[in-house]
């Protein structure tokens, strides 16, 4: 099996990424992403997108810094289902963690669907430690175009960044 190192590079997501981000969701999903760019400006926000050498963006992820005070709330993490399994969901999370010690906060903290082992066992790896659990909700497009609120369990996760 041939093996083949592309370079990623890390930057800020913009409006104009959203039409190739479809693979991250539906049209209310980009909706909920083009809002919290609009928080960037504020510096409430940071937008992440990680990108092969083509600029297209293959996984995205949010740093809300308003959430919890103190920390930093990675939420909206996805990774392009073709190149999960990559080492490109860690990337993404250090750099967010980078961002977040950047503005001298040392806690980071996210929330993962209960049902979502896969994720959950990427944020234990990265150190993240569960300490509760939260119910969430967020609007949905069905695939006739009517959206409906999705209502889960979540476990809260944080970390102590150095």
């Known amino acids: 099996m041939a093996e083949t190192m592309v370079p990623l590079t890390i930057r800020d997501l913009t409006h104009h990424d959203?039409?190739?981000?479809?693979?991250?969701?539906?049209?209310?999903?980009?909706?909920?992403?083009?809002?919290?760019?609009?928080?960037v400006a504020h510096g409430e926000v940071d937008?992440?997108?990680?990108?092969?050498p083509s600029g297209l963006p293959?996984?995205?992820?949010g740093i809300d810094y308003a959430k919890a005070p103190g920390a930093g709330t990675l939420w909206q993490l996805?990774?392009?289902t073709a190149m999960q399994?990559?080492?490109?969901?860690?990337?993404l999370i250090q750099t967010a963690e980078q961002r977040i010690r950047a503005r001298n906060l040392h806690r980071a903290e996210l929330s993962v669907e209960e049902?979502?082992?896969?994720?959950?066992?990427?944020?234990?790896?990265?150190?993240?430690?569960?300490y509760g659990r939260a119910p969430e909700s967020w609007d949905v497009e069905a695939p006739d175009g009517s959206t409906t609120?999705?209502?889960?369990?979540?476990?809260?996760m944080r970390k102590q960044l150095p």
């Open 18 to 39: 959203l039409p190739l981000c479809t693979w991250s969701g539906s049209n209310t999903h980009l909706a909920s992403v083009a809002k919290a760019l609009d928080r």
């Open 47 to 52: 937008y992440l997108a990680v990108c092969p």
């Open 58 to 61: 293959v996984a995205i992820g």
């Open 78 to 80: 996805a990774v392009h």
């Open 85 to 91: 399994s990559c080492g490109i969901g860690t990337i």
């Open 115 to 130: 049902h979502n082992s896969r994720a959950r066992a990427l944020y234990e790896r990265l150190g993240y430690v569960a």
């Open 149 to 156: 609120r999705y209502e889960t369990v979540c476990t809260l």
